[in-house]
């Protein structure tokens, strides 16, 4: 895997991964504090939920669950002093489907935190990674 990051000013840089997808990010910087995009540690957050919400909706797809829409929002904090790591991430799945099984639903949630996804694993080094999960209920179950 290679990835590419170039500096275009102030604090704002482009990244391009091996796949040619580019992506700017930034943090603030002079006078009106522009942001030019997500800050690095936000892609990460970003990665980590993206890592889990891929493998829960495949694993759901695979057991032939009616899975629509997975949405996990992520919350964060960091060390006060550098590095300034994750120290504590709390992620909530909320998984939409028909006549989802709310067991199944959390047996794929927890295989990917604790098994799957490397994001996760990484960040486990340094931070409390605890989840929880919702199932909404979009419909009928098909027969």
């Known amino acids: 895997m290679k ?3 170039k500096w275009v000013e102030g604090r704002t840089f482009v990244g391009e991964s091996g796949s040619g997808h580019n992506i700017v990010f930034g943090t603030a910087f002079g006078a009106e504090g522009r942001t030019p995009g997500p800050s690095p540690m936000e892609l990460v957050l970003i990665g980590a939920g993206g890592c889990s919400a891929f493998d829960v909706v495949h694993i759901l797809e695979r057991g032939r669950e009616a899975v629509e829409d997975c949405v996990i929002e992520i919350d964060a904090d960091r060390a006060e ?3 300034k790591v ?4 709390h992620m909530h799945f909320v998984v ?3 006549g ?3 067991n199944k639903v959390e047996r794929a949630i927890a295989l990917s935190v604790e098994k799957y996804c490397s994001a996760s694993a990484m960040l486990a080094k340094t931070a409390t990674i605890t989840h929880d ?4 209920e979009t419909g009928a179950k098909g027969g």
């Open 3 to 5: 990835a590419r990051v």
């Open 81 to 83: 002093t550098d590095p």
């Open 86 to 89: 994750f120290t504590r991430i």
């Open 96 to 98: 939409k489907g028909r």
């Open 100 to 102: 989802l099984a709310a």
């Open 133 to 136: 999960f919702e199932v909404v």
